[in-house]
């Protein structure tokens, strides 16, 4: 009995300090989300896309032309569930991982939160966000015990590669005022993100259908002792399903390009995904080839 309350008298307040410390990674992240949601209200859809399809890159109008089904409504705000699995180093373990994040569109911005078990009870808690052009990695132990706290140049620099890799899930929004696009081949194009701070670079690669398969661009990396360099780092797509209007990839593997060879460090599968705030189940759509197109010959409205 004695041995008992002592064990009572030392979990007692650890339990307390990881509840306090739960509830307020909660708050801060409710409080960024209604942060960023209120931080755009406009949307980008059929109009811009119509405004820009002539100059566009052939192969980026064989994607938006896959990607685009008739009747897809204009975005304002995406919001997606994942599951997965994740490591931090190339001999590591996968662990389990299961997040959820909100991207404006128009306004380039997101935050995004997950956990991490690499153990029964163990849980690590970590929050992404790009908010006015500004980016910040937070990881904690248990919500609570801070692991890392990262904000500078090359955490913003990797938040808007993020949201340029994501915006798969949103198409639009890669004809948004603040996207730039330049030819590079028939199945090739590289696309800027110009907001505050220097203009952030990739190459995507569309398949002969019109799905986006691959973004590949140099991002900085953290190598420990507070330094980060630039590296090779890149997304790849697959598994395309259908949502509300939009056939986009549900299953995508980020991995650095590593001098030992590649590693891959998530590998994450969308469950759930809406838009504007209206939850649609998804739905499987055949790998279908859409018919050649000279245009958007109605705002939005797609030929298959």
Not at 20 to 47: H, I, M, N, T, W
Request: charged letters at 25%; a positive charge; glycine letters at 8%.
């Amino acid at each position: 009995m004695i041995a008992v309350a002592l064990v009572g008298l030392v979990l007692g307040p650890a339990i307390v300090i990881v509840l306090a410390g739960q509830y307020r990674f909660r708050v801060l992240v409710d409080a960024e989300r209604r942060s960023l949601l209120s931080s755009s209200a406009a949307s980008v859809g059929p109009k811009q896309l119509q405004a820009r399809w002539d100059g566009l890159p052939e192969p980026v109008r064989r994607y938006l032309q896959y990607a685009i089904r008739e009747g897809a409504p204009a975005v304002r705000t995406a919001h997606l569930r994942h599951g997965g699995d994740f490591r931090t180093k190339p001999d590591d373990s996968w662990f389990a991982i299961k997040g959820e994040q909100h991207f404006t569109v128009a306004k380039p911005g997101f935050v995004w939160n997950a956990s991490i078990w690499p153990a029964p009870v163990v849980s690590i808690d970590a929050r992404d966000r790009l908010l006015s052009a500004r980016g910040n990695m937070l990881v904690k132990l248990f919500s609570t015990f801070a692991i890392a706290d990262a904000s500078g140049a090359e955490i913003d620099q990797g938040a808007q590669l993020r949201w340029l890799g994501e915006c798969a899930w949103f198409p639009y929004a890669y004809v948004g005022d603040d996207v730039q696009w330049e030819p590079i081949d028939a199945r090739s194009a590289r696309v800027t993100l110009r907001r505050d701070g220097l203009p952030v670079t990739a190459v995507v690669t569309i398949d002969d259908d019109g799905r986006l398969t691959e973004l590949r661009a140099e991002r900085y990396r953290d190598v420990g002792g507070g330094k980060s360099v630039l590296g090779r780092w890149n997304g790849r797509y697959s598994d395309y399903r259908q949502f509300n209007g939009f056939r986009v990839p549900t299953s995508v593997d980020v991995t650095w390009e590593l001098e030992d060879g590649p590693f891959t460090y998530a590998r994450f599968r969308v469950t759930a995904l809406d838009y504007n705030g209206e939850q649609k189940k998804e739905r499987r759509t055949e790998h279908t080839t859409p018919r050649a197109m000279s245009g958007p010959a109605k705002a939005g409205h797609y030929v298959t």
